[in-house]
């Protein structure tokens, strides 16, 4: 227990640290889709899983929030998430926040990668970023 949530907000916010906010909406839902998804703060939090899911993203995902790794036709290489399955197209939120339109055709290939959070936090943050940043999530 114990930590800052002043300070984990700032680590949550920062895209030098944390860079939670590039991925994850908090509390309500984001106007647009996300990568990751929607963080509810508060009391009913469970810090161990959520501490889990940040020190080993690929524990747990969501199908909804799986990545791939996709190879088109013109040669391009997209990393991202499916968001919706036309009929003839599938539309993707690219791991750098784009939304593209694909025709299905055009995907020679997909490989699942598992979450897209990045796996290198317990480097990124030290052990007192991280404690304010569950404080944050917490909302203690």
Known sequence: SGGSVDQGERVFDSSQLGDCLRCHA?????????????LKRGSGVDKRMVLSSILQPNQRVKRRYEGFDFELLRGLR??????????????LLTDKGEMLIVASSDIRRSVEMGSLMPKDYRKRLSALQMRDLLAYLANE
């Open 26 to 38: 908090v509390d309500s839902p984001a106007k647009e889709p996300q990568l990751g998804p929607l």
């Open 78 to 91: 997209v990393r991202g998430r499916r968001v919706k399955e036309l009929e003839d197209k599938v539309q």
